[in-house]
């Protein structure tokens, strides 16, 4: 079995900043790409932000610069740091990540709950 929890999310006034973290526990031999998607109501899940495991990123066009992607191989987590952040922002945020649960098997991906994040004066 093997979980992804996200915590940090919560209710800011746009301009502020708010750090998400990812962590992944239960049957883990590695974990390659990890990601942030959100889901705004009425809108499709878009990527956020994507870091593999030699810390390559690569950010949505709506985040560039504003949002921050990192990770702890050995701690199996993942961070996002929201700055400048803005009423669109809002959104349930998803924790997404491909695992190999031994050395013999192919990676598989696995979702978090999602943690909400509401920008809002």
């Known amino acids: 079995q093997v979980h992804l929890v996200e915590s940090g999310g919560g209710l800011v006034q746009p301009g502020g900043s708010l750090g998400l973290s990812c962590a992944a526990s239960?049957?883990?031999?590695?974990?390659?790409?990890m990601a942030w998607y959100r889901q705004a109501p009425g809108k499709q899940r878009e990527l956020v932000a994507r870091?593999?495991?030699?810390?390559?990123?690569d950010y949505g066009d709506s985040v560039k610069g504003r949002f921050t992607i990192s990770r702890d191989n050995a701690k199996n987590t993942m961070y996002l740091q929201m700055n400048s952040l803005e009423p669109d922002d809002t959104a349930l945020y998803y924790c997404y990540a491909l695992i190999q649960t031994t050395r013999t098997t192919p990676h598989r991906f696995y979702w978090g709950q999602g943690t909400q994040v509401t920008v809002s004066p």
């Open positions: 870091v593999d495991r030699s810390s390559t990123t």
């Open positions: 239960g049957s883990i031999s590695s974990i390659s790409d």
